[in-house]
């Protein structure tokens, strides 16, 4: 019992450091996710990582919230999975309740415009090198750059095309990519072992 409460407990910290100290949400929270999940405590692997966040961002939600739940469970079941959701949102739900009382005249400081104008080019760096990471430890092959590559131009010239329609897309077409990859070595091994047999 007492191994256990110390796991949820160590889940409600972590979850509540990585809501508490990630601006821009989504994307920009994956560095420190990535950092207290797969390096500090070592609940995951960086495979592991990566194939949470296609998973977190494939299905609907926010995908702090969703890793958080993948984690939580992953780690302490039910229990987990709840504890750690609460502790990502907890933060975010306190500084809104805070703000929302004086929003009109905090942002009229005009030290906080400046620092909110900061924290949007950070934001933008911290989403660049999420994805880098995340970038190296794709497998690569033909079908893997291929699909970077094509999902990085939409993403580029199509910004219309939302996010979930190029996830979708890359489903579909892993899927077409593994049945055809399937059939072929199925092909390859009947025609070898009829070689073999002849």
């Given at each position: ?18 809501g ?148 979708l897309?890359g ?28």
């Open positions: 019992m007492k191994e256990k409460f110390k796991i949820y407990w160590q889940l409600f910290i972590t979850f509540f450091k990585i508490a100290f990630t601006f821009g949400g989504g994307l920009a929270m994956i560095p420190l996710i990535s950092k207290e999940i797969v390096e500090k405590k070592k609940w995951m692997t960086d495979d592991e990582m990566l194939d949470m966040v296609a998973i977190a961002e494939s299905t609907p939600g926010v995908i702090a919230v969703n890793s958080a739940t993948f984690v939580g469970y992953r780690v302490g079941k039910i229990i987990g999975a709840i504890i750690a959701t609460v502790g990502v949102t907890l933060p975010s739900f306190i500084i809104i309740c805070v703000i929302s009382f004086f929003y009109d005249k905090f942002m009229e400081i005009e030290v906080i415009k400046w620092a909110f104008l900061g924290i949007k080019a950070c934001v933008a760096i911290l989403i660049l090198n999420a994805g880098l990471k995340l970038l190296k430890n794709v497998k690569k092959n033909v079908y893997s750059v291929i699909i970077i590559l094509v999902a990085f131009l939409i993403s580029l010239f199509f910004s219309f095309i939302k996010t979930v329609y190029i996830i897309g489903i579909i077409l892993g899927v077409v990519v593994y049945t055809i990859w399937e059939h072929i070595q199925n092909k390859k091994n009947k025609d070898d072992s009829e070689e073999s047999e002849a």
